[in-house]
């Protein structure tokens, strides 16, 4: 079992930048691939990216691709995501999801992951 707690989120300005991390405990997150979703209201949940366990495969979606940076320090069982440049449509809930190694074919996809954080309210303004 895998427990995942996000931090990070807040309000921040267009244009800005933000940083949210996952902590993972239970049992050590090196051994895990993990991701980074979002959901607007109103939205379904939505991939951002992706790292393997090893952190040398990333994956991001087209929204973010060129903006966005993950990365993982396995010491600290903790995944970050850096997006820049913040839009107004990058409000939303972020979740943070685990599951076992593996490839990260399917990692836009939602039911690919196993453990979920409870998510951090990002809101960008204006």
């Known amino acids: 079992q895998v427990q995942l707690v996000e931090s990070g989120g807040g309000l921040v300005q267009t244009g800005g930048s933000l940083r949210l991390s996952c902590t993972a405990s239970g049992r050590a997150a090196s051994g895990y691939k993990m991701a980074w979703f979002r959901q607007a209201p109103g939205k379904e949940r939505e991939f951002v990216a992706a790292i393997s366990w090893s952190g040398d495969s990333t994956y991001y979606a087209d929204s973010v691709k060129g903006r966005s940076t993950i990365s993982r320090d396995n010491a600290k069982n903790t995944v970050y995501v850096q997006i820049d440049s913040l839009k107004l449509e990058d409000t939303a809930v972020y979740y943070c999801?685990?599951?076992?190694?593996?490839?990260?074919?399917?990692?836009?996809?939602?039911?690919?992951?196993?453990?979920w954080g409870q998510g951090t309210q990002v809101t960008v303004s204006s």
């Open positions: 999801a685990a599951s076992s190694a593996g490839s990260l074919a399917r990692a836009s996809t939602s039911s690919a992951w196993r453990y």
